[in-house]
Each structure stands twice: as structure tokens, then as C-alpha cells.
């Protein structure tokens, strides 16, 4: 498959947090982004509750052949969460009207994540992505950050024995993992029939690179779906001094990276995106966004000019 350079990242549209014209905006959006040459989009079964997916499949209803998508499955829904997918249309106007916020709600309202990846569950969460996505396949499907613990015993080769049975079916036509984090993901690399890997990478993130896992997936011809490119916006100039340090223990990082970005004369951001984009192997680079500005600001990055050997090695370090 050919994919765009830029990925739509899908984990934050929808939901019972999203404005009045939360889905108007958010259909707008993807819309937006396929004319402008985004072809590959990326989203999760769990994300808004399945949401996300009921909009992607909104969206390009009558466009499948234009798109790349890719979901994916294994966590189960908790109770709470379930409740409140049912109940969304009902609990939205509140949440606006009493102008909650995510990050306000007490820890635990929604629930424990709990993972299945047993083939019958993948197999029931198969058919649920592919109605709400309105499609009757499913180009990429990952496995939803299986602990590294989970990857060495018998049941990770079952799981993806269920997806290649899937992919024999016509359900979908690759499958890959997602891994939660970096240090994870060695251990998916020799896992037989899968396509991709995602993880996360970045300037802030270089366990991939340090640890060799994008030479060796390149090595054996795997997809690499990069994510947390600007370092969960870490890398945006809107923190400083105390505030930076009490958001991450990479401050010092975060500053150091600041300083290099200046003496190129170029934007972090900017520099972020080419640094994903000249690293080995990284087929994509997913991009969170949920606004026409978000997308019009992202859509800026492919434009900027590579980054020169030097630069590269110096951000490396």
C-alpha cells in the first residue's frame, strides 16, 4: 500500500468532550484531509467508544477506494464506557452545558481497560469495527499494545493466527501491532505475517533508534507507523521554566532541544516532523487532529525543507 507521508491520526475525535459541533467539524475534517492527499487514517475500536470509527465510516462513505484505514482491537470496553457510548447522545449537551472537561473527571469514572486477545474476541471486534466503519474490509489491522509479557507465550501466535484466518476470510488485507511503548516492540519483530509496527517516536522518544528496532523492522521489510511525533506537544513553546518542569522529567531534553531547533533557525515543531520523516524505515508519521486549524497546520510540516546529515546526527544525540 502507498500512503501518504502524513497520517490522521483518529483517537480524538468524537466523544461526550467534543464541542456542540463536535461530529459536523470532525466530518468536515476528515473530509479536508483526503482532498488535500491524506490517505491514511488511523483509529481504535475504544477510541470515543467506538466513535471514532462510526465517523470514519461516516465520512467516507462513498470514498472507500480514496482511503487507507487502519484500526485496531483488543481492549475491552469497561462497563462505565459502555454505558456511556449507549447514553452519548443524552450525556453530550450536559457535559457542554456544565463545561466539563477529560482532564477534571475523577480518576476511575470510566473505568478499567482490560485486553482480550483471545480469536474470538478479535474475531467479534472484526465485525463491530467493520460496522461502524460502513466498509466491508479492513486495509490495516493492528493489535492494540500487547505487553511485552503477552508477546512471548503461545497465546500472541494464536491471536495472530485468528488475524491471518481474518485476512484469508477477506476481512482484512494486512495486519500489524501497535505497541504501548518502545521498549515493547522488539519483541513483535520476528512475529509471522504481521505487516506493520506502530510506536512511538520522536525527538523525545528515541528508544526506537537508540535500540536498533527501526533498522531491524526496515531490515525485514515492515511497515513503521511512527506516533507522538511533538512529544504530546512537549516540544511547543507554550511551556516554560516551572510549568515545563512539572510537566515532564525530560525538561532538560525539552530545553536542549529548543536551543539546537533556534541555532538552525528553524521551528521545533517543524524540526520534529523532517526528524521523523528522514528516520530509517518510518513509513508514516500519524498527526493528532481533531480542527480545520489543527489540519491546516499539519498539512504545513511535508512542505518544510529535510533536514542536512549534520542536523539529523545532532538531534541524535
Known amino acids: ?13 468524537g466523544g461526550v468532550f467534543a464541542g456542540r459541533q463536535g461530529a459536523r467539524e470532525a466530518l468536515s475534517v476528515l473530509g479536508m484531509a483526503l482532498d488535500a492527499g491524506i490517505n491514511f487514517f488511523d483509529t481504535a475500536d475504544m477510541y470515543s467508544q467506538g466513535e471514532s470509527e462510526t465517523l470514519m465510516g461516516t465520512a467516507f462513505r462513498g470514498r472507500r477506494d480514496q482511503v487507507i484505514l487502519a484500526t485496531k482491537g483488543g481492549f475491552c470496553l469497561p462497563g462505565r464506557r459502555n454505558l456511556i457510548r449507549r447514553i452519548k447522545p443524552l450525556v453530550r449537551p450536559l457535559v457542554q452545558a456544565l463545561g466539563l472537561k477529560r482532564a477534571r473527571l475523577p480518576a476511575g469514572i470510566s473505568g478499567a481497560l482490560s485486553q482480550n486477545f483471545s480469536p474470538q474476541y478479535l474475531a467479534s471486534a472484526l465485525e463491530a469495527s467493520l460496522k461502524r466503519l460502513r466498509m466491508d474490509h479492513i486495509d490495516l489491522y493492528q493489535l492494540h499494545s500487547p505487553s511485552a509479557e503477552f508477546m512471548q507465550t503461545p497465546a500472541f501466535g494464536e491471536a495472530l493466527e485468528a488475524l491471518a484466518k481474518l485476512k484469508s476470510q477477506g476481512k482484512l488485507r494486512f495486519y500489524g501491532v501497535a505497541t504501548e511503548i518502545p521498549e515493547d516492540a522488539p519483541f513483535c519483530l520476528p512475529a509471522p505475517g504481521i505487516s506493520s509496527l506502530q510506536l512511538g517516536f520522536g525527538l523525545l522518544d528515541l528508544q526506537a533508534l537508540d535500540q536498533g528496532t527501526l533498522q531491524a523492522a526496515q531490515a525485514r521489510g515492515l511497515a513503521v507507523i511512527a506516533r507522538g511525533c511533538f512529544g504530546g506537544g512537549l516540544l511547543k513553546d507554550s511551556l516554560q521554566g516551572e510549568q515545563l518542569q512539572t510537566a515532564t522529567p525530560k525538561w532538560q531534553r525539552v530545553e536542549a532541544l529548543r536551543a539546537l531547533c533556534k541555532s538552525m533557525g528553524r521551528p521545533a515543531l517543524d524540526v520534529a516532523f523532517q526528524f521523523c520523516r528522514a528516520s ?20 504545513r510540516y511535508p512542505q518544510g525543507e529535510p533536514l542536512s546529515a549534520a542536523d539529523y546526527a545532532a538531534l541524535c544525540r
Open 280 to 299: 530509517p524505515g518510518v513509513s508514516v508519521t500519524i498527526l493528532g487532529m481533531r480542527t480545520e486549524a489543527h489540519l491546516r497546520e499539519n498539512l
Open 1 to 13: 500500500m502507498r500512503v501518504s507521508e502524513i497520517g490522521f491520526g483518529g483517537s480524538r475525535i
